[in-house]
Nanobody
């Protein structure tokens, strides 16, 4: 089992920035590609970003390209999502996810975190 705990969510004005963190425990962190998903009220959960096991490859949803950056620190068992130029439409619960794979694709994940709320005011 892998346990994932997100932090860093909150309320921010449009144009602002937030950095989400996801701390992993339970298994060897570097055995997992990691990703972020989000779910807005009344909408389905959607892919946001993913990063490969070693951190050399990443992938982003078109809606966040150029604004969000995913990174990981395997020594700290943590994955991050730096979110810049936030928009009201980025408001959602953000979920961390892990998948035991050699590629950057994390859908469908093997494990989910509990989520952290991000609210962007206009």
């Amino acid at each position: 089992q892998v346990q994932l705990v997100e932090s860093g969510g909150g309320l921010v004005q449009a144009g602002g920035s937030l950095r989400l963190s996801c701390a992993a425990s339970g298994r060897t962190f570097s055995d997992y590609a990691m990703g972020w998903f989000r779910q807005a009220p009344g909408k389905e959960r959607e892919f946001v970003a993913a990063i490969s096991r070693g951190g050399r490859s990443s992938d982003y949803a078109d809606s966040v390209k150029g604004r969000f950056t995913i990174s990981r620190d395997n020594a700290k068992n943590t994955v991050y999502l730096q979110m810049n130029s936030l928009k009201p439409e980025d408001t959602a619960v953000y979920y961390c996810a892990a998948k035991a794979t050699y590629v950057v694709r994390v859908t469908p994940p093997d494990y989910w975190g509990q989520g952290t709320q991000v609210t962007v005011s206009s």
